[in-house]
């Protein structure tokens, strides 16, 4: 299945005639549709006037297709010059032969009506020409295209957290034999300062040699428990697993990798706050950095 992004845009156009009696006039009608990100399906609807009964189509339209974003669809009607000009009926200028001739007999010095005058009379008094299923199609094939370039754009995003979790992957088992490093110095400099102190102290101790030696090593061992960061780690993986499973399957998953980047941030900090040596805190750095750069292309996923 694939990834969609909630950021695209989608345009068509589609031509109409009058129902059962196309030589009354043609037109047009375009419709632009753009999405950005959103918690929600946001959908405003940007109609003309004469377009407005087609609003609860449309919407289930959009509806039906696209589940979060915001949405604005705009509905643009070109009228075509030639047809909209009605060819006149012979009844029409019969009819408005009648009622010139009326009126100058009543005012002999009214001025004869001229082509365009008749051709606007018939033109205000033929039926407007409906352009609905010309603007339905145009807005299922404006859908269409607005969804081509929102799997476009998830391709490539998911493209950019794969490299993500690939690098967040390689931190993670830089940060591996970090741990065993710190804990192995910081115990001989523990032992260090324990012989120093006995030395400075010339050897005047009532407690014996091994058992002091023995607690230099329990508070190397106490440390090491503090600094431990292989539960981190490990939970660091597993969420990156998930991430890689999700991104496989597809579909609507950016609540649940919104979720998952959380965690990871999580994992980071708490890594950050164990640190006891440079290059673990560089490594943590490292990875808020990549973690807030998938944070910001999840906000883009539906």
């Known amino acids: 299945m694939a990834v969609y992004s909630m950021t695209g845009f989608g345009s068509a156009t ?36 004469e377009m407005r009964g087609l609003e609860p189509a449309l919407r289930e339209l959009v509806g039906s297709a696209i589940r979060r974003g915001k949405v604005e ?25 009648r009622l010139e001739s009326s009126v100058q007999g009543w005012l002999p010095q009214a001025a004869a ?26 807005a299922r094939a404006a859908v269409e295209a607005l969804l081509e370039a929102r799997q476009r754009e998830g391709a490539r995003l998911t493209e950019v957290l ?10 993670a088992a830089r940060a591996e034999p970090l741990v065993p490093a710190v804990v192995a110095r910081q115990q001989q400099r523990f032992l260090e300062r324990w012989n120093e102190a006995l030395t400075q ?20 061992a106490a440390f090491a428990i503090r600094i431990d960061v292989a539960e981190e780690l490990a939970r660091l993986k597993a969420h990156l697993d998930e991430i890689d499973r999700l991104l496989a399957k597809g579909g609507e998953l950016g609540k649940r990798l919104d979720f998952l980047i959380q965690e990871l941030h999580r994992e980071a900090n708490t890594l950050g706050s164990k640190s006891a040596a440079l290059d673990l805190t560089n490594v943590s750095v490292e990875m808020k950095v990549a973690i807030e750069q998938m944070r910001e292309q999840v906000q883009n996923l539906e």
Request: proline share 6%; with cysteine; hydrophobic share 40%.
């Open 201 to 220: 102290a010339g050897g005047a101790t009532a407690v014996p040699l091994e058992a002091l030696q023995e607690r230099a090593l329990n508070e190397a």
């Open 113 to 138: 009506l001229s082509v365009h005058e008749v051709l606007q009379w018939c033109r205000s008094g033929a039926p407007a020409v409906r352009l609905d299923d010309a603007a339905l199609a145009a």
């Open 73 to 97: 669809l705009r509905l643009n009607v070109q009228r075509d010059a030639d047809g909209a000009w009605p060819q006149p009926t012979p009844d029409q200028l019969n009819r408005l032969s």
């Open 14 to 49: 589609r031509g109409g005639a009058a129902d059962g009696n196309p030589g009354e006039g043609t037109g047009a009608v375009t419709v632009d549709i753009r999405s950005v990100n959103g918690r929600f399906l946001d959908l405003a609807l940007r109609l003309p006037d």
């Open 162 to 171: 794969r490299e993500r979790v690939a690098h967040l992957r390689t931190l």
